[in-house]
């Protein structure tokens, strides 16, 4: 192996650990913050406030990416409007809708697929995405909050329903909750009627307006 060489990282972390364990788990240790990152399947549903909301995703707005393009966008829904959070739930697999019923904030990552400049292909696009919500996970962090991320979804039916146009991809559904409730209720599901959401439209997210 050449020097200065590390070859490929593999992924050492354990699946199922406590948070304490996890953090006992990091070797070299890395910041408190990265290693105190988790995703529970169940938590506390009380709503997330609005101006914290705002805060998460200015934090994805300070992400990095390919020339400066940030070709990210979120659709968001809370429990203040039933309709439009059940539009969200109703794209997930069953498996995560057994626990995401109790999510009080449910968000669709999408990424803009072309350069707004020239109208050529980014293939950055997803990369500078998942930037841009790892920003978000990790403010989430800072205030207690979690933000569990999902590949489990109908990319189609999220295509259909939030009528995203052309050029745009849906990545990821993301659901944000409180802390607290996770650390007791870890691995738990406990029944519950799902309600929530519109902070945003998606017209609004999609032209920036």
Not at 72 to 100: M, P, Q, S, Y
Not at 157 to 185: C, H, M, N
């Amino acid at each position: 192996m050449a020097a200065g060489i590390l070859g490929f990282l593999q992924p050492m972390r354990k699946k199922g650990l406590s948070v304490d364990h996890q953090q006992g788990q990091v070797q070299p240790p890395i910041h408190e913050l990265l290693a105190r990152r988790w995703s529970p399947r169940a938590f506390d549903d009380r709503l997330v406030d609005t101006d914290l909301l705002r805060m998460l995703f200015e934090a994805a707005r300070w992400a990095p990416s390919s020339n400066n393009e940030q070709p990210w966008r979120f659709i968001v829904a809370t429990k203040d409007h039933e309709v439009d959070w059940t539009r969200l739930f109703d794209c997930l697999v069953e498996g995560n809708r057994r626990w995401a019923f109790r999510a009080p904030v449910l968000v669709l990552s999408i990424a803009s697929m072309h350069f707004q400049d020239n109208g050529r292909p980014n293939r950055h696009a997803f990369h500078d995405t998942g930037l841009a919500t790892q920003n978000l996970v990790l403010q989430a962090a800072v205030h207690g909050l979690m933000a569990r991320q999902m590949a489990g979804f109908d990319v189609e039916k999220t295509r259909t329903d939030l009528q995203i146009p052309t050029g745009y991809e849906p990545v990821a559904i993301i659901a944000i909750l409180a802390i607290g409730a996770a650390l007791l209720l870890l691995g738990a599901r406990s029944p519950g009627a799902p309600l929530v959401l519109g902070l945003m439209t998606v017209g609004a997210l999609l032209t920036g307006a």
